[in-house]
Each structure stands twice: as C-alpha cells, then as structure tokens.
Nanobody, 122 residues
Framework: QVQLVESGGGLVQAGGSLRLSCAAS????????MGWYRQAAPGNERELVATITSAGTINYADSAKGRFTISRDSAKNTVYLQMTSLKPEDTGVYYC???????????????WGQGTQVTVSS
C-alpha cells in the first residue's frame, strides 16, 4: 500500500505564510504527479491548488499563482507547498495527492492524504 502523510497546516493571520509537507511511503516504484487540493468546506468539491510532475512541470490554480510555490524532493518522495500572502479565502482542508506506479509494468493509481486544516483569519 501507499501512505501520504501531510503536515504543516494551522491557523495564521491574513498576509502570513505556511509551509505544507507531504511524504509518500510504502510500495512505490514511481511518483508521476504529486499535488495539493483544497476543500473549502465539507460537501464542497476538492479544488486543485498546484501540481508538479516527476519531470518538474508545474501547474497552479489562478488563485495560487504568484503566492504559492510547489516543490518536490524526489529522493524523499515528498512534496511541499509554500504559501505566502495568505487570504481568508485560502481557508480549507488541504489534501495531498499522488499518482503512483507501484511496480514496473503496473498501473498508476491515485492516493490521497488525510488532509491538513489551514485557517486564515482576517
């Protein structure tokens, strides 16, 4: 199996910064894409925040451009999200996602972390 463990959420004032981390472990041959998604409130859909591929291709939601930076440490199977100039509308549960190849010749599967709460006060 594959586990994704997130850390780094918390409460911060508007304009502040937070850094999220997500470490993948378990039966991993290759991580094709890793990324972060936000669920603003229970029942809402998870929205893409940022993704990064194994080749380093990065995609940001418009709301994250210029304020958030995604990066990954392939040796540690870890992805980071540096968030700056945080706004109250950034509040939500942030979920780590990974598209994982567990063995050579196998299929890619999607895995999710348990989520970490980010709350930005005004």
């Amino acid at each position: 199996q594959v586990q994704l463990v997130e850390s780094g959420g918390g409460l911060v004032q508007a304009g502040g910064s937070l850094r999220l981390s997500c470490a993948a472990s378990g039966s991993i041959f290759s991580l094709r894409v890793m990324g972060w998604y936000r669920q603003a409130a229970p029942g809402n859909e998870r929205e893409l925040v940022a993704t990064i591929t194994s080749a380093g291709t990065i995609n940001y939601a418009d709301s994250a451009k210029g304020r958030f930076t995604i990066s990954r440490d392939s040796a540690k199977n870890t992805v980071y999200l540096q968030m700056t100039s945080l706004k109250p509308e950034d509040t939500g549960v942030y979920y780590c996602h990974a598209n994982v190849l567990r063995r050579l010749g196998g299929l890619f599967y999607d895995y999710w972390g348990q989520g970490t709460q980010v709350t930005v006060s005004s």
